[in-house]
């Protein structure tokens, strides 16, 4: 039995498959004219208490935070409920955030025969709810090399 089920099919680890879209993400951005720092950290709290979050990309000029998700439908075509929770928690430190931010959610586009939908599109249907009206959700396609904004219940 694999010890590590979890583990992407063909990549060296998760880490490192997160890591190499963050660069993807940073240089989608640079070639926008947005240069962004790795492990941007913002002052973040629901009360006087702050404590620094890091999102995986951000600037202060222009003011901008990033999270970036690459992940994908399980093997068998299934929701990755857990990775919803993620996202979740991303839509949470999106809304703590300073108004001054553009907040944008840079996901990989995966499509699902099974669903005939992304990943991103289930997410916005099913937890359009949680999405601030601020934060744009941007899907990246690894093969086409194209990024496509995915509308949210805010936006339409």
Not at 63 to 76: F, M
Not at 122 to 135: C, M, Q
């Amino acid at each position: 039995m694999d010890s590590n089920n979890f583990q992407r099919v063909g990549s060296t680890s998760n880490t490192h498959v997160g890591r190499n879209f963050e660069i993807t993400a940073k240089n989608y951005f640079q070639q926008h004219g947005i240069s962004l720092d790795r492990n941007y950290a913002v002052r973040l709290g629901v009360n006087i208490k702050k404590k620094n979050r890091q999102f995986d990309l951000g600037s202060d000029d222009p003011s901008i935070l990033v999270e970036c998700k690459s992940h994908r439908w399980t093997q068998g075509g299934n929701i990755p409920s857990a990775k919803m929770t993620v996202w979740n928690e991303a839509m949470y430190y999106f809304y703590l955030a300073p108004k001054r931010f553009r907040k944008v959610l840079f996901v990989l586009h995966d499509f699902s025969e099974k669903r005939n939908e992304t990943l991103a599109a289930y997410y916005v249907r099913n937890y359009g709810h949680l999405i601030p009206i601020d934060v744009e959700i941007l899907e990246y396609n690894e093969i086409s090399r194209e990024v496509i904004s995915i509308p949210t219940l805010a936006s339409t």
